[in-house]
């Protein structure tokens, strides 16, 4: 518990910028184990863009934590996530399910540059898809449905100037005031086209197929986000193999695999661990090796530069 204090009081004094800000992940628990508690995810996104004055530019609900780039103070990000935390853990109780723990906290990474800011985005979009949750955008638990898609323009909600006082309390179990414009769903709760500014993305990618490419091709992009962040890639045995392709084209004149000698797998092996996260039996299935031939290239000193 000290060490989360600690890393709390250094975020409040972070100043007013862009963040990401990545809630723990779970292990063995779950945040949203229905439709009806995702919506009420979506609902309290909404509820601190106004109660801490944040601007979120994107988001997305896994089932066992939360991501969120946002722009604000440290010290607004901070309150955020415990109002999160307090409000999350008050459903979870009433729905009979455990709470979350003590000690659950969350990372808040300064986004500097619109590089970094593009990278992020590609990273929690992502998300759902690596998850094996949906295809990119078809996810209903965030905003990412909203870039370069019709799907925000299908979906309505009710407008929060049409609802009685008595409904908007039901929905939020809050006194906040939401502003008449936005709108709630009957299934999806608070749609994020009431909050989310779309025109900020469409200016840091090209267009539709540069948004998608990414998302689904920007392996190296998403494997340093997550290890700065200590979360993990699970890639799909032909992602690996889409990987190791490239490499082989990029670092060795494009030769096949079959080609290469043992010192250069040693460095290839190297490189699908170090640079995307890979482990020994992803690895060693990618390049028809052992997983004690990929260990042994993997702790060699020869290959630690």
């Known amino acids: ?12 004094n972070m100043g007013k910028g862009y963040y990401h800000l990545v809630t723990d992940g779970w292990k063995g628990g ?11 995810g979506m609902m309290l996104i909404g509820l601190i863009s106004i109660k801490y004055s944040l601007v979120i530019y994107d988001f997305t609900l896994m089932p066992n934590h939360i991501h969120i780039i946002i722009s604000g103070t440290g010290n607004d990000a901070v309150e955020a996530f415990l109002y999160l935390k307090r409000k999350l853990n008050q459903r979870l109780s009433a729905d ?39 295809v990119p955008g078809g996810y209903p638990w965030g905003s990412s449905y909203l870039y370069y898609s019709q799907l925000g323009l299908m979906i309505k909600g009710k407008k929060v100037s049409d609802m009685t006082i008595r409904e908007l309390q039901n929905w939020t179990g809050s006194k906040v005031n939401l502003p008449p414009n936005w709108q709630i769903h009957p299934v999806f709760g608070l749609l994020p086209v009431s909050f989310i500014n779309t025109c900020f993305i469409k200016k840091l990618f090209k267009g539709p197929k540069d948004y998608a490419t990414h998302l689904v091709k920007d392996y190296e992009t998403c494997a340093n986000i997550a290890m700065s962040i200590g979360e993990e890639i699970d890639y799909e045995d032909y992602e690996v193999r889409d990987i190791v392709s490239r490499l082989l084209a990029q670092d060795y004149m494009g030769m096949p695999l079959s080609k290469l000698d043992g010192n250069e797998k040693g460095r290839l092996a190297v490189t699908l661990h170090r ?13 028809s090796l052992s997983v004690h031939l990929v260990n042994q290239f993997i702790n060699a000193k020869d290959y630690r530069k």
């Open 1 to 12: 518990m000290i060490k989360y204090r600690k890393q709390r009081e250094k975020y409040r």
């Open 30 to 40: 779950i945040i949203f184990n229905s439709v009806a508690q995702f919506a009420y």
């Open 96 to 134: 009979g399910f455990p709470t979350l723990p003590d000690d659950y906290g969350f990372k808040l990474v300064p986004i500097e540059d619109e590089k970094q800011m593009r990278d992020t985005i590609i990273y929690v979009d992502r998300n759902h898809y690596e998850k094996m949750l949906s």
């Open 275 to 287: 640079r995307y996260g890979l482990s020994p039996e992803a690895i060693a299935r990618a390049m």
